[in-house]
């Protein structure tokens, strides 16, 4: 930890800790210490945009789990006779809800929409 780097804006130069006296020390502390407070308030409000995205995508996870429980749960049981293609679906398609999050259901499912006669 002999090197430190100064302030960025200042361009990169290197100071010799061993060599600055007591007054520069503090003074560099100093300015060390006014550019954190200066740029506090828009890392909380960084901090709060980024908790809020989390919390939209972890409520759109769960609902869409919510979804995926309630359609498997109304769905019938597979009969012998039925030629849907979800038996022959390749295991990694297949979701459930026990064992999966809503997070790892909702990057496996994408959602259409179909016309109903």
Same mark, same amino acid.
């Given at each position: 930890m002999?090197?430190a780097?100064?302030? $960025?804006?200042?361009?990169p130069t290197? $100071?010799?800790?061993? *060599?600055m006296?007591?007054k520069? /020390?503090?003074a560099?502390?100093k300015e060390?210490s006014?550019?954190?407070e200066?740029? @506090?308030?828009?890392?909380? @409000?960084? /901090?709060e945009y980024e908790? /809020? /995205?989390r919390? @939209?995508? #972890?409520?759109?996870? *769960?609902?869409?789990?919510a979804? +995926?429980f309630i359609?498997?749960? +109304? ?5 012998e006779?039925?030629?849907t293609? $979800?038996a022959?679906m390749?295991a990694?398609m297949? @979701? ?5 999050s809503?997070?790892?259901?909702? *990057? =496996?499912i #994408?959602?259409t929409?179909? #016309? =109903?006669?």
């Open positions: 002999a090197n780097k100064t302030n $960025v804006s200042e361009g290197t $100071v010799d800790t061993q *060599e006296s007591k520069e /020390l503090d560099k502390r060390i006014k550019y954190y200066e740029n @506090i308030p828009s890392l909380k @409000i960084q /901090l908790e /809020l /995205l919390d @939209i995508e #972890k409520t759109r996870a *769960e609902r869409l789990q979804q +995926m359609a498997q749960t +109304m769905a019938p049981e597979p009969n006779e039925d030629d293609p $979800v022959n390749p990694e297949r @979701i459930d809800p026990k064992t999966m809503g997070k790892e259901a909702a *990057e =496996q #994408k959602r929409l179909k #016309k =109903q006669n």
